[in-house]
T-cell receptor, first 115, second 113 residues
Framework: DGGITQSPKYLFRKEGQNVTLSCEQNLNHDAMYWYRQDPGQGLRLIYYSQIVNDFQKGDIAEGYSVSREKKESFPLTVTSAQKNPTAFYLC??????????????FGDGTRLSIL | AQSVTQLDSHVSVSEGTPVLLRCNYSSSYSPSLFWYVQHPNKGLQLLLKYTSAATLVKGINGFEAEFKKSETSFHLTKPSAHMSDAAEYFCVVSDSYGGKLIFGQGTELSVKP
């Protein structure tokens, strides 16, 4: 079945460490997205990519980095510069946005906690 | 700029009774609107989308939503709640460029037996 796979499901980070969250999709979608979700809040966009080898900052990109070397993969690195990384991270993908009505498909998320 | 407001942070209904989750939006053009559902520790699943073809949109699991331009609303309804409907629901508007989604704060739906 086609879908989006995020791994790991749970991740723990020590102070000062960088960690990388994996996101893989087999939907043949051009666009991919990373969101952060905090309790009682909606999703906030971290980074997005509409095509391989290109990506843009979202609303809360500070302390995060991404790469898009392959169409199916869009890993997110949470760096030590991100002072409050504890959150639920969601990856999504969609067909390339020629207009605004393409829905996004979501993975099951990675929950990141600080030790 | 686009924005979306979900008017209730929590809604509680009894099984078998109607569900109403309210959403107002702000947009300077004809928007695309979505409702997503999220079960605990899961990703978001698309319930339905409005893209100007019809004002009454039918989605999965018996949900539907009506786009009312005059009221800038896109409320989600279901005639009869089921226990499995208990989840977080997000109203979402799509940005005009690049398909960026703007999320409401979410409404938690509880269903009592």
């Amino acid at each position: 079945d086609g879908g989006i796979t995020q791994s790991p499901k749970y991740l723990f980070r020590k102070e000062g460490q960088n960690v990388t969250l994996s996101c893989e999709q087999n939907l043949n979608h051009d666009a991919m997205y990373w969101y952060r979700q905090d309790p009682g809040q909606g999703l906030r966009l971290i980074y997005y990519s509409q095509i391989v080898n290109d990506f843009q900052k979202g609303d809360i990109a500070e302390g995060y980095s991404v790469s898009r070397e392959k169409k199916e993969s869009f890993p997110l690195t949470v760096t030590s510069a991100q002072k409050n990384p504890t959150a639920f991270y969601l990856c999504a993908s969609s067909n390339r946005q020629l207009n605004s009505n393409q829905p996004q498909h979501f993975g099951d998320g990675t929950r990141l906690s600080i030790l | 700029a686009q924005s979306v407001t979900q008017l209730d942070s929590h809604v509680s209904v009894s099984e078998g009774t109607p569900v109403l989750l309210r959403c107002n939006y702000s947009s300077s053009y004809s928007p695309s609107l979505f409702w997503y559902v999220q079960h605990p520790n899961k990703g978001l699943q698309l319930l339905l989308k409005y893209t100007s073809a019809a004002t009454l949109v039918k989605g999965i699991n018996g949900f539907e939503a009506e786009f009312k331009k005059s009221e800038t609303s896109f409320h989600l309804t279901k005639p009869s709640a089921h226990m499995s409907d208990a989840a977080e629901y997000f109203c979402v508007v799509s940005d005009s460029y690049g398909g960026k989604l703007i999320f409401g704060q979410g409404t938690e739906l509880s269903v009592k037996p």
